[in-house]
């Protein structure tokens, strides 16, 4: 079973930094588009960046030139790297994965439980 594993995360204050990571574990055969996308309470979940396994990166338009993806095919683990962060940027924040296992009936979409941040004076 695949699983998503998320760390880092918590509360910063404005112009402060976080890095989040988020590590596949399981059994799959291909890690193909890894990303973030962040929630607030009644609102859609939103993307903050996505990188392909051939890292090609996809920003928010709000995030962009502040928050930096990156990943590690080899440990099948995506970064996300918060710079200037700004009271605007507090949500849940959810790993996602597209992934290919040898079960082609089940969906290749996977989640994270999600992390938050939260920034506040």
């Known amino acids: 079973q695949v699983q998503l594993v998320e760390s880092g995360g918590g509360s910063v204050q404005p112009g402060g930094s976080l890095r989040l990571s988020c590590a596949v574990s399981g059994n799959f055969v291909t890690a193909h588009d890894m990303g973030w996308y962040r929630q607030l309470p009644g609102k859609n979940r939103d993307l903050v960046a996505i990188?392909?396994?051939?890292?090609?990166?996809t920003y928010g338009d709000s995030v962009k030139d502040r928050f930096f993806i990156s990943r590690d095919n080899e440990t099948t683990t995506v970064y996300l790297r918060m710079d200037n962060l700004e009271p605007e940027d507090t949500a849940i924040y959810f790993c996602y994965a597209h992934i290919t296992t040898m079960d082609p009936a089940v969906s290749p979409d996977y989640w994270g439980q999600g992390t938050q941040v939260t920034v506040a004076s």
């Open positions: 990188i392909s396994n051939l890292r090609v990166t």
